[in-house]
C-alpha cells in the first residue's frame, strides 16, 4: 500500500501571537517597595521583567496591557546571589527590573490603593 505524505502549511499551524500574550511573557509582577510606591508621584512605575526583554517590548506590554502611553523605559539586571539554606548552597535567581515612566496625566490603577 502506498503511503501519501501530507504537506502542511507552517502559516496554519503556527497562532500569531497578540500584544495581551506578549505582554504577560514580558511583565512578572509589580514591584511595590516604599521606594517604588514614593518614585509614583513621579509618574514612575516599577516592574519585575524577563530576564531576556527589551526595554521596546517592556514599552509595548506596558501600553497594550494598561492603555497608557510610556515616556521612557529603565531596566536594572541583577546577577544571581550566593545563598545557603542550611548546610546544602545555592543561588537566589538573577532578575530584571524595569522603571516605566509615563505620561502626565496618565496613571496605571493598579498602583492605586499602594
Known sequence: MKQTSKKVNKANRIKKA?????AYRVLIEP???????????????????STDSTKDQIKTA????????VISVN???THRKPV????????????????????????????KGA
Open 18 to 22: 497578540t500584544g495581551a500574550s506578549i
Open 31 to 49: 514591584i511595590i517597595t516604599e521606594a517604588a510606591t514614593m518614585a509614583i508621584e513621579l509618574n514612575k512605575y516599577t516592574f519585575k521583567v
Open 62 to 69: 506596558i501600553e497594550e496591557l494598561y492603555k497608557v502611553k
Open 75 to 77: 531596566t536594572l539586571n
Open 84 to 111: 545557603s539554606h542550611g548546610r546544602t548552597p545555592g543561588f537566589k535567581a538573577a532578575s530584571k527590573k524595569a522603571i516605566v515612566t509615563l505620561k502626565a496625566g496618565d496613571s496605571i490603577e493598579l498602583f
